[in-house]
């Protein structure tokens, strides 16, 4: 055996030894990375931007919309009640569409079905306030993804694009979040990618986003095309990572840098 | 829709320091930005808050392009006597919001 083959084949099993899941225990939200300033918004409604989305959010809750003139609160009652710990099991199986959905598009089925109203634009500010609202209801709670016969398929779909590079980097999401997760990239920690805080407030966006708005800024940096907000793929993708965050503790609205 | 939100005790002892921490939903546009094509965003910022309690000002704050959006504004005042706090946000293209509370000094 040549050198060359036998370093490539050290290199080979060194990054798949590499690539193991994060232990359960060894898992960190990024919340605990962040600097003092950023975990204090985070931890104070008061002072928490994101506070500004929920509150709207709680207005649209009890407003009536659509042909149907119903509101959510005329089902659902009070949110604070009837919403509590349904953000730490979504993304989940519907029966009705017979496929995997995620908790924006969870409010967009109501809205559709119950209340006879157009479907919000992803990413728009009234779904992202309803769904801060919605999840603002399971802080605290834990994540608790169902992962069972028929969701199986589309959780081993999202563990492959974790595990598959994509882009002009040629890089997949666990080189990064798995492997090199708590070392720099530039002068900022790279996370684990936990989806504990989700619609987050973002520094950077100077404003509350989607996890798919933030797993596209990362498809964006491997020089990926990216897929559509609300698409298959990445609810796939959002689904592994409630699982890989099983048991982490859900800490809705988040504030990141 | 809620685009302030006002945070400060509703009960307080006669000479107690006070703090008062304000949220004003806003997108603050710098106005030195540009679009993919070019052209100049232009400005959108709170340019005045002022706090008045009962009728006196009591704290103002000018805002300038430099200021995140969604600006936070917290400060302190003495409670001196019952009665009721005004907050008044004011910028371009006529943006105003106003909210007012009500204080119990005992």
């Known amino acids: 055996m040549s050198i060359r083959v036998l370093r490539l084949f050290l290199l080979l099993a060194f990054a798949c030894s590499a690539s193991a899941e994060i232990p359960l225990a060894e898992r960190r939200s990024g919340y605990q990375d962040m600097g003092r300033e950023t975990r204090a918004m985070q931890d104070d409604d008061a002072i928490n931007p994101a506070t500004l989305w929920v509150l709207d959010g709680e207005a649209l809750w009890a407003r009536r919309a659509g042909a149907a003139a119903r509101a959510c609160a005329d089902c659902h009652q009070d949110a604070r009640v009837s919403m509590k710990g349904v953000a730490a099991r979504y993304p989940a199986f519907d029966a009705a569409a017979r496929k995997v959905v995620n908790l924006e598009q969870r409010i967009n089925l109501c809205r559709v079905e119950r209340q006879q109203d157009?479907?919000?634009?992803?990413?728009?500010?009234?779904?992202?306030?309803?769904?801060?609202?919605?999840?603002?209801?399971?802080?605290?709670?834990?994540?608790?993804?169902?992962?069972?016969?028929?969701?199986?398929?589309?959780?081993?779909?999202?563990?492959?694009?974790?595990?598959?590079?994509?882009?002009?980097?040629?890089?997949?999401?666990?080189q990064c979040h798995d492997e090199r997760a708590a070392h720099r990239l530039g002068g900022t920690v790279i996370p684990q990618g936990h989806p504990t805080g989700y619609p987050i407030y973002r520094l950077e966006w100077q404003g509350v986003g989607s996890l798919h708005r933030r797993m596209r800024n990362c498809m964006v940096a491997i020089r990926a095309e990216p897929y559509a907000l609300g698409s298959r793929e990445y609810v796939e993708l959002e689904l592994y990572l409630m699982w890989r965050a099983r048991g982490m503790l859900l800490e809705t609205p988040g504030v990141r840098p | 829709m809620a685009r302030v939100v006002v945070n400060m005790p509703k009960q307080a002892r006669r000479g107690e320091i006070i703090e008062i921490r304000t949220l004003a939903g806003h997108t603050?546009?710098?106005?030195?930005?540009?679009?993919?094509?070019?052209?100049?965003?232009?400005?959108?910022?709170?340019?005045?808050?002022?706090?008045?309690?009962?009728?006196?000002?009591?704290?103002?704050?000018?805002?300038?392009?430099?200021?995140?959006?969604?600006?936070?504004?917290?400060?302190?005042?003495?409670?001196?006597?019952?009665?009721?706090?005004?907050?008044?946000?004011?910028?371009?293209?006529?943006?105003?919001?106003?909210?007012?509370?009500?204080?119990?000094?005992?």
């Not at chain 2, 704050?61 to 959006?69: K, N």
């Open chain 1, 118 to 174: 157009k479907p919000l634009a992803y990413e728009s500010h009234e779904l992202l306030a309803l769904t801060a609202y919605v999840a603002r209801q399971s802080r605290g709670l834990p994540i608790q993804v169902e992962s069972s016969e028929r969701t199986r398929a589309t959780l081993e779909a999202g563990r492959a694009m974790f595990l598959r590079r994509e882009g002009q980097l040629n890089l997949a999401c666990a």
């Open chain 2, 28 to 106: 603050m546009e710098t106005g030195f930005r540009r679009t993919q094509h070019g052209e100049l965003v232009p400005r959108d910022i709170i340019t005045l808050f002022t706090c008045s309690y009962n009728g006196a000002e009591v704290f103002r704050a000018e805002l300038h392009p430099a200021i995140a959006a969604n600006p936070l504004i917290a400060f302190h005042t003495i409670a001196t006597e019952s009665g009721t706090l005004e907050f008044r946000w004011s910028g371009d293209n006529g943006y105003s919001a106003t909210h007012s509370a009500a204080i119990t000094v005992d």
